[in-house]
């Protein structure tokens, strides 16, 4: 389980240097249904909190590592990805 979420962290940072409109120590991710995907973009030491790390484990068990918007796609709701990172933000 640690090797994969490292693969997790290593595709995101390479993901990272391709973004220019995401600033220095952020990254861009897709949140919600298919059809009605939003674009967050979230400061990058979300990656060490463990219920953010549950959230990456469900994109790669859905995914694997081709997200199908280009960048990483979180699969849960908006409303619960935005209370997680409210909570996250205010740690």
């Known amino acids: 389980m640690g090797i994969r979420l490292l693969s997790v962290i290593t595709n995101v940072r390479q993901m990272l240097k391709l973004q220019r409109d995401v600033p220095r120590g952020h990254l861009a991710v897709y949140v919600g249904d298919i059809d009605t995907r939003k674009r967050f973009v979230v400061p990058i030491s979300y990656l060490n909190h463990p219920s953010f790390q549950d959230l990456l484990r469900q994109a790669e068990e859905e995914f694997g ?5 280009g960048g990483l796609t979180i699969p849960c709701k ?6 997680l990172t409210s909570q996250l933000g205010a740690s």
């Open 65 to 69: 590592f081709d997200h199908p918007m």
């Open 78 to 83: 908006e409303d619960t990805f935005v209370d």
